[in-house]
């Protein structure tokens, strides 16, 4: 499926075909063989996957793979060793070469995509604004938080946040996937800000998130296309965790 502001083409060779998730946010469904059964632990691997794995602070999906022996529930996913394994409700996981149907439960996928856009835009509204860098963050559907070393933090801080966020959501910012050379990410004041010159020089290229006019950064989770899609972002608590350690807590609604 052709996606605009999509560059699966400079992809790392194979990852169009196996990590469908990092080209395509919106694909929900996909055909796999099965290439290798954990029976004691209940997961198996797959030859490609939609389901996004738990990592860089976005939860895994869930959903269903089918066989034609039945459906096996989805209920985590992890990659080990660079390898996503799939843990699976039942007793009986399919055999090594049989093919299953894979579906990802879309509601709760795309609530942690416009989620994790949402905190982009936070990084990038408090980049714009204070010069001040994420350091950290959580989300799990439509919540989530990120730490900013903030030396201090006024009590109308999270009201103008909002405001700033949702201006940004109406500007309906293009979101574009793109993969990037090291040396060309290296050398990028965007990419640079966010730190990512401190990810193992292996990885190359790196995927970048670009909300574009806004924000970029590395990152390997799943976003939307616009800023539009993410409804409206309310700030639910601004907190201090101590020194130059400043928590924004935000929540996604409809719009
Ligand atoms: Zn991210």
């Not at 793109?178 to 995927?207: E, S, Y």
């Not at 976003?223 to 601004?238: D, K, Q």
Request: proline share 5%; hydrophobic share 40%; glycine share 10%.
């Amino acid at each position: 499926m052709g996606v605009p502001g999509n560059f699966a083409d400079r992809a790392p060779d194979g990852l169009a075909d196996t990590e469908l998730f990092a080209v395509d946010a919106y694909r929900t469904t996909f055909e796999a063989r099965v290439l290798e059964v954990d029976r004691e632990g209940g997961r198996l691997r797959l030859d490609r996957t939609a389901f996004y794995p738990t990592g860089g602070g976005q939860p895994h999906d869930t959903g269903t793979l089918t066989t034609s022996e039945g459906s096996l529930e989805v209920t985590g996913v992890r990659r080990a060793a660079g390898l996503i394994w799939h843990s699976v409700d039942g007793a009986d996981l399919p055999d090594v070469g049989i093919e299953v149907g894979g579906e990802i439960d879309w509601v709760r996928r795309f609530q942690l995509m416009r989620t994790h856009t949402a905190l982009h835009i936070l990084c990038g509204v408090i980049w714009a604004d204070h010069g001040i860098p994420v350091t950290g963050g959580n989300m799990e559907p439509l919540k989530g938080r990120l730490d900013f070393p903030f030396p201090a933090m006024s009590a109308d801080l999270g009201a103008k946040v909002e405001a700033r966020i949702n201006d940004e959501i109406e500007r309906a910012h293009e979101i574009v996937v793109d993969f990037l050379p090291r040396n060309v990410a290296d050398a990028d004041p965007a990419l640079i800000r966010t730190a990512a010159n401190l990810i193992p020089a292996v990885i190359d290229p790196l995927r970048i998130i670009d909300i574009v006019g806004l924000d970029r950064q590395a990152d390997g989770g799943t976003h939307v296309l616009s800023t539009a899609e993410v409804g409206r972002v309310r700030v639910t608590g601004t907190e201090s965790k101590g020194k130059d350690n400043k928590r924004i807590r935000l929540e996604v609604v409809d719009a």
